[in-house]
């Protein structure tokens, strides 16, 4: 088939049989066979007063040779030490003739000749900026037809749109704003201001998204729950809540004292496993805790210009002289806030600083953050040149797993110990002491070591933590560093009973005042426990009892999940207890 290109757009209106211009609207007739040929289109090098060649010759000539005498002139000044910016007449000539020949050369290269090779009648090209359709070729009998689509482009499948869940809302106002917010007019965010009505806001926001998504909520609960508690320190643009199953594992015997632990979780035999420990450590006695240390942690990242500056920083912040001054500015922030101590890390100029402070019942994230912003706020004055990069460098470390929590401590740290009597061992949790001691060794030391775990050195910690934490309001994310833990087991009184104990250096987020603590639901968890809000008589008590008591729920957790694995009685539980027989499927429709 011979390809041809249209004529160009100056050419292309034409006239139809009754002498008027042929508009792009029109049909165009079938061209007449005519000897004559077509007069050539014009371009633009037609202007030039020498053939394009020459011209062409001339100009990369006149161009490299200019290029050549200036950087020869340019080397010669260098070798005499003479400043390239003075310049004789003959370089100034020399520069004017060098840009002339190479805005021609531009102008040649990316303007002409594309031009040219655009409008080259054998070329296959062609201009179509005023068909209607691009897909045009010209057949043999120089008939306009449209091209075929690529057999190897296979169609594009768009999903279909949704059908959008529509539910009658109670009154046509509120009708017309899950308009507003499907429509885009209406952010979603502030309708909470804008009504002023917590439960209302959620419940537009609900329908707006089942509209604009066409899934249905159905099955998630919005009836029942308090939306003003969490309004500005919870949770953002609520739809409803999720229901989380409370278990009680206990009672727990704790320094002499008797507490029922509530766990949410949704996994089976976690609850059961725990309270079997419970009361095998009731049985034996009980369990001992020791709070080890009680501090929250930020650091700030500064830099400096150079690494000798971001010493004497360090240096000034761990002199023991400067603590008293640093300390005052840092408890200005809260009646509770109160600076322990600084470690500071360097890495080149940059200078990581290690805040550790006391703050109360709470979790104190907030309190520390302040404390740290007024030092240096107060540094800024001696180190002006000093660029504070974030008030966080992350050798806090908060919500990542790190050797300085588990080396140093973060939060709260605990031990927990207790003797399980060799009757109990065999009773209650149906293995030996033998076995136990021995399990734990392979298992979490030398099975953690070969795994290169850090601070991993348990069966399940992090179930117990994770359980107690979203029972009590805590944050869990911060279940990643709290369960650092390290489990050991060995036989006492002459190989009859067992010693064990968990050692669990970075509880971090344990409060009993603040975040989600002040909800319902998990206040009612902590008044269980009876650590709820802040102790009057002495600040940060119930903080540290909370933190004791996720400790020793700990260790009734390890106690009774190496009994199952050492007796093989692990899978066998979980598959009579944790698995349904009923058809949940059924059951949901």
């Not at 000044?77 to 805005?103: G, N, Q, Y």
């Not at 091209?147 to 190897?152: I, V």
């Not at 470690?343 to 907030?366: E, I, V």
């Not at 805590?474 to 709290?482: K, V």
Request: charged residues 20%.
């Amino acid at each position: 088939m011979d390809s041809r290109r249209l004529p160009p757009k100056s050419s292309r209106t034409t006239s139809s049989n009754d002498g008027g211009p042929l508009h792009h609207h029109q049909k165009r007739p079938a061209p007449s066979v005519d000897n004559r040929s077509p007069s050539p289109t014009p371009k633009a090098s037609d202007a030039l007063p020498l053939p394009l060649y020459l011209t062409n010759a001339i100009f990369f000539t006149l161009f490299f040779s200019v290029a050549y005498y200036l950087l020869h002139r340019w080397r010669e000044k260098i070798r005499d030490s003479t400043p390239l910016h003075v310049v004789t007449f003959p370089e100034i000539a020399a520069i004017v003739s060098l840009m002339a020949s190479f805005i021609y050369l531009l102008g040649f290269f990316g303007i002409d000749f594309v031009q040219s090779f655009i409008t080259r009648p054998s070329h296959d090209t062609w201009d179509l900026e005023d068909t209607d359709n691009p897909n045009y070729l010209i057949n043999e009998d120089h008939r306009l037809v449209t091209c075929p689509p690529p057999a190897n482009v296979p169609p594009i499948s768009k999903l279909p749109n949704p059908e959008p869940i529509i539910t009658p809302l109670a009154s046509v106002e509120d009708e017309e704003i899950v308009k507003s917010v499907t429509e885009g007019t209406l952010p979603s965010y502030s309708l909470e201001s804008k009504l002023g009505d917590c439960k209302r806001a959620a419940v537009i926001r609900r329908e707006a998204l089942q509209r604009t998504t066409g899934r249905s909520l159905e099955g998630l609960p919005i009836e029942g729950f308090d939306y003003d508690s969490i309004l500005g320190q919870c949770c953002e643009m609520p739809v409803g809540y999720v229901q989380i199953p409370v278990g009680i594992a206990g009672p727990l015997l704790l320094n002499g004292m008797e507490y029922m632990v509530p766990m949410a979780t949704t996994e089976g035999c976690l609850v059961a496993s725990t309270n079997r420990g419970c009361k095998a450590m009731y049985a034996s006695g009980g369990a001992t805790s020791v709070l080890l240390a009680d501090g929250m942690t930020r650091a700030p990242v500064v830099r400096f210009e150079t690494a000798k500056r971001a010493s004497e920083l360090k240096l000034f912040l761990e002199d023991p002289d400067n603590f008293d001054t640093l300390s005052i500015v840092f408890n200005r922030s809260s009646r509770f806030a109160r600076l322990q101590g600084i470690k500071c890390s360097m890495a080149g100029k940059n200078l990581y600083m290690r805040f550790k402070c006391s703050t109360g019942d709470a979790m104190g994230m907030n309190m520390v953050s302040k404390g740290v912003q007024n030092v240096l706020d107060f540094l800024q004055n001696d180190f002006h040149d000093m660029e504070v990069i974030g008030i966080s460098g992350n050798f806090c470390s908060d919500k990542k797993p790190a050797a300085v929590n588990w080396i140093e401590g973060r939060g709260k740290s605990v031990v927990c110990e207790a003797i399980i009597r060799e009757e109990i061992v065999k009773k209650v949790l149906k293995t030996s002491v033998a076995s136990l001691v021995e399990l734990n060794m392979l298992k979490n030391l030398a099975g953690s070591a070969v795994a290169g775990a850090l601070g991993g050195f348990n069966a399940h910690a992090s179930n117990i933590v994770s359980a107690i934490f979203i029972a009590t309001g805590q944050d869990p994310a911060q279940n990643i560093e709290s369960s650092h833990c390290i489990t050991m087991m060995e036989a006492v009184n002459n190989g009859k009973d067992l010693h064990i104990s968990v050692t669990m250096p970075s509880i971090e987020v344990v409060g009993t005042v603040g975040g989600g603590t002040q909800l319902a639901s998990q206040s009612a968890c902590l008044n269980l426990l009876g650590v709820k809000g802040a102790s009057k008589e002495s600040p940060g008590s119930n903080s540290r009892l909370l933190a004791t008591i996720v400790a020793g729920s700990v260790l009734a957790g390890e106690l009774s999940l190496m009994a199952a694995i050492a007796q093989g009685q692990l899978v066998k539980s979980h598959m009579k207890y944790n698995r349904s027989s009923k058809d949940i499927s059924k059951a949901a429709s």
